[in-house]
């Protein structure tokens, strides 16, 4: 079984690595699976838990781009929906994917349903110097983009569809 590294940075200076199962790797866009592990609290989008610990990922990684895309699955297997990280970027040196988390998430349910989540941790994070206005910009922009994109149906990336748990 192949592992590849995820380092996940966020503002000011949190930093997460784990280990995570390859399922495919097509250099510029990573195909892995992974566990939802240390939660203190479920997610809940509208009312619905969508995350929680025991629930599993499979991750796409897009080197080079501006978001990530998790498909979520409960502990039985059930499909939740998309969860889409909005990032500064994603890099990669050999076994290695960096991102930068620029607090902005969006949620895309089975039905097509979507929220768009965090906008108060990234208010914050600007409101306390903690991120720049330019970072600030960046992360709307891209939530922007990729909502737009949701709306004509060009999101997420076919590969998306071709891979499960």
Same mark, same amino acid.
């Given at each position: 079984?192949?592992? $590849?590294?995820? /380092?996940?940075?966020?503002?000011?200076?949190? /930093?997460?690595? @784990? *280990?995570?199962?390859?399922?495919?790797?097509?250099?510029?866009? $990573?195909?892995?699976?992974?566990? %939802?592990?240390?939660?203190?609290?479920?997610?809940?989008?509208?009312?619905?838990? =969508?995350?929680?610990?025991?629930?599993?990922? /499979? #991750? %796409?990684? %897009?080197?080079?781009?501006?978001?990530? =895309?998790?498909?979520?699955?409960?502990?039985?297997?059930? %499909?939740?929906?998309?969860? =889409?990280?909005?990032?500064?970027?994603?890099?990669?040196? !050999?076994?290695?994917?960096?991102?930068?988390?620029?607090?902005?998430?969006? &949620?895309? &349910?089975?039905?097509?349903? #979507?929220?768009?989540?965090?906008?108060? *941790?990234?208010?914050?994070? &600007?409101?306390?110097?903690?991120?720049? @206005?330019?970072?600030?910009?960046?992360?709307?922009?891209?939530?922007? @983009?990729?909502?737009?994109?949701?709306?004509? !149906?060009? &999101?997420?990336?076919?590969? =998306?569809?071709?891979?499960?748990?």
């Amino acid at each position: 079984m192949r592992k $590849i590294r995820l /380092v996940y940075r966020r503002f000011p200076n949190r /930093v997460i690595m @784990r *280990e995570d199962e390859v399922i495919e790797d097509f250099g510029d866009v $990573i195909v892995a699976k992974s566990e %939802f592990t240390g939660m203190l609290a479920p997610l809940r989008v509208n009312g619905v838990e =969508v995350i929680n610990n025991g629930y599993k990922m /499979v #991750y %796409f990684a %897009f080197i080079g781009r501006d978001f990530d =895309v998790l498909k979520i699955y409960d502990p039985s297997g059930n %499909f939740k929906g998309l969860y =889409v990280d909005v990032l500064d970027y994603t890099r990669r040196e !050999g076994n290695t994917v960096e991102i930068l988390d620029l607090f902005l998430d969006i &949620f895309i &349910f089975p039905e097509g349903e #979507y929220y768009l989540l965090d906008e108060d *941790e990234l208010e914050m994070a &600007f409101n306390y110097g903690i991120i720049s @206005r330019e970072k600030l910009l960046k992360a709307y922009d891209t939530a922007e @983009r990729i909502i737009g994109q949701i709306k004509r !149906g060009k &999101f997420p990336p076919k590969i =998306v569809w071709e891979y499960s748990l």
